[in-house]
């Protein structure tokens, strides 16, 4: 596993939601009411949109696309159940720092085969 530092504990509240950058990718953080901390792609599985003017009620997480809701504590869409969850990344807190594992690196990509070399 290989986490990366999200933001500082100082970032978010019991009962908050805030979006981060790790990298080049976007990590909603949400701390439900009573609950833990849990990590997040920032995007929508439904409409793969950013989640950067959803709502929290403390509970649930509001797409603001299509009203979808999902689960603070484990992602699930509670308004369409047969519908994706929200996909859930690791979460450690080291310290004051709150650091998520986004998964393996995807390799760079290679030149399609017998395409010709740039110019």
């Known amino acids: 596993m290989s ?14 939601m805030g979006l981060f950058k790790a990298g080049k990718k976007s990590v909603l953080l949400v701390w439900p009411r009573g609950g833990e901390i849990k990590a997040f792609r920032g995007r929508c599985p439904h409409a793969d949109v950013p989640l950067d003017e959803a709502c929290f009620d ?3 997480v509001l797409c603001p696309v299509h009203n979808w809701r999902f689960d603070a504590a484990n992602g699930a869409c509670v308004t369409h159940a047969a519908q994706k969850a929200l996909h859930a990344y690791p979460l450690r807190v080291v310290g004051d720092a709150i650091e998520v594992d ?3 690196a995807r390799p760079a990509r290679n ?3 017998g ?3 740039p110019a």
């Open 3 to 16: 986490f990366l530092v999200v933001c500082p504990t100082s970032a978010i509240a019991e009962g908050g």
């Open 58 to 60: 403390g509970e649930t």
């Open 102 to 104: 986004l998964g393996p």
């Open 111 to 113: 030149p399609a085969i």
């Open 115 to 117: 395409s010709a070399p």
